[in-house]
């Protein structure tokens, strides 16, 4: 049986950062790329706001200059997905998706979570050209211009009072005729003039052209349809934490987060530790998931040392 004394899984900022941090402590690291190498990332276009890239960086530019950079330093980068594993005792036995097993005396799980959508037709065929789930990631390229917003939570009204402070207006589309949001966040959306609740509606198109999103077309409750002209639509109805191979073994919320002891990213399990989405329902940034990656891979090398591993 193949044995690593790191094991990666998943990619993106947290997992590619961890790997460079761990490679270059001479830890030999195996990672494992996932369902999406590059991860959530990889979905949207130009970065403008990881530091380092004053013209902003194409996502999958930056993601695989990450990838390249942990191979550099002796990282053993996979495809594919680890299909089970044991966290019953150390070393942790897992078996990847080709049904090759390993024996891993650490874990860094850094899988992501992934943006809830409607599963439109529509929206899938205008997502990174106009669709977006990462207010913070793509606002800043609707400046001054008109916005939509769906979903009626907390993470709907914190994407569209973000907006609305660059746009020029921003609707928010809620099926139900009320916020299932905090007071709090309720009273920040009504507060704010450049918001326009649409209540009691469903979005059945998001509309466009080959330049990106123009529109969205809205079924009321009482059976109007109707269409708003806007150049981006926002999903603002939550994230799934990739987790569900975990979650029985890890300490989780109720949304199914990994949850880490707050000073370190250990998990509830000695020798697993969590970074970036998967541990994060509150940043969800790329700056933030690669900054706790490195924060895993030291982690890791501690652990090592005190257990002489």
Same mark, same amino acid.
């Given at each position: 049986m193949e044995k690593t004394r790191v094991l990666i899984i998943g990619s993106g900022?947290?997992? +590619?950062?961890?790997?460079?941090?761990? =490679?270059?402590? *001479?830890?030999?690291?195996?990672? +494992?790329?996932? @369902?999406?190498?590059?991860?959530?990332?990889?979905?949207?276009?130009?970065?403008?706001?990881?530091?380092? #890239?004053?013209? $902003?960086?194409?996502?999958?530019?930056? @993601? %695989?200059? @990450?990838?390249?950079?942990?191979?550099?330093?002796? *990282?053993?980068?996979?495809?594919?997905?680890?299909?089970? !594993?044991?966290?019953?005792k150390r070393p942790f036995r897992v078996v990847d998706d080709k049904g090759r097993e390993l024996e891993a005396e650490t874990v860094i799980i850094a899988t992501g979570a992934t943006a809830k959508y409607l599963g439109l037709p529509s929206e899938q065929k205008f997502r990174g050209m106009g669709v977006s789930a990462c207010a913070t990631c793509d606002g800043f390229f609707y400046r001054k211009k008109v916005v939509a917003v769906v979903g009626g939570g907390d993470s709907a009204c914190e994407e569209a009072t973000y907006l609305a402070g660059l746009c020029s207006k921003v609707y928010m589309i809620v099926r139900r005729d009320v916020f299932r949001a905090s007071k709090a966040m309720q009273e920040r959306v009504f507060s704010t003039p450049n918001i326009e609740v649409l209540w009691n509606c469903n979005t059945q198109e998001v509309l466009g052209d080959e330049f990106g999103v123009t529109g969205v077309r809205l079924l009321r409750?009482? $059976?109007?349809? /109707? %269409?708003?002209?806007? %150049?981006? /639509? #926002?999903? $603002?109805?939550?994230?799934?934490?990739? =987790? %569900?191979? /975990?979650?029985?073994?890890?300490?989780?919320?109720?949304? $199914?987060? !990994?949850?880490?002891d707050g000073k370190t990213t250990a998990t509830s399990v000695e020798g697993v530790f969590a970074a970036g989405d998967v541990a994060d329902p509150r940043y969800r940034q790329a700056v933030t998931a690669a900054a706790s990656g490195c924060q895993a891979a030291l982690d890791v090398e501690k652990f090592l040392i005190d257990h002489k591993a």
């Amino acid at each position: 049986m193949e044995k690593t004394r790191v094991l990666i899984i998943g990619s993106g900022p947290a997992g +590619y950062t961890a790997a460079i941090y761990a =490679s270059r402590a *001479a830890l030999s690291p195996v990672l +494992y790329e996932g @369902m999406e190498p590059g991860g959530q990332l990889t979905t949207t276009t130009v970065v403008e706001n990881f530091p380092g #890239f004053s013209d $902003g960086v194409d996502a999958n530019i930056l @993601m %695989d200059q @990450m990838k390249r950079q942990a191979a550099r330093f002796g *990282a053993e980068i996979r495809p594919g997905r680890i299909k089970e !594993i044991e966290l019953g005792k150390r070393p942790f036995r897992v078996v990847d998706d080709k049904g090759r097993e390993l024996e891993a005396e650490t874990v860094i799980i850094a899988t992501g979570a992934t943006a809830k959508y409607l599963g439109l037709p529509s929206e899938q065929k205008f997502r990174g050209m106009g669709v977006s789930a990462c207010a913070t990631c793509d606002g800043f390229f609707y400046r001054k211009k008109v916005v939509a917003v769906v979903g009626g939570g907390d993470s709907a009204c914190e994407e569209a009072t973000y907006l609305a402070g660059l746009c020029s207006k921003v609707y928010m589309i809620v099926r139900r005729d009320v916020f299932r949001a905090s007071k709090a966040m309720q009273e920040r959306v009504f507060s704010t003039p450049n918001i326009e609740v649409l209540w009691n509606c469903n979005t059945q198109e998001v509309l466009g052209d080959e330049f990106g999103v123009t529109g969205v077309r809205l079924l009321r409750k009482d $059976g109007e349809v /109707f %269409d708003i002209k806007v %150049d981006g /639509f #926002f999903l $603002g109805i939550g994230h799934h934490p990739n =987790s %569900d191979l /975990f979650r029985p073994l890890v300490s989780t919320d109720e949304n $199914g987060y !990994i949850i880490t002891d707050g000073k370190t990213t250990a998990t509830s399990v000695e020798g697993v530790f969590a970074a970036g989405d998967v541990a994060d329902p509150r940043y969800r940034q790329a700056v933030t998931a690669a900054a706790s990656g490195c924060q895993a891979a030291l982690d890791v090398e501690k652990f090592l040392i005190d257990h002489k591993a």
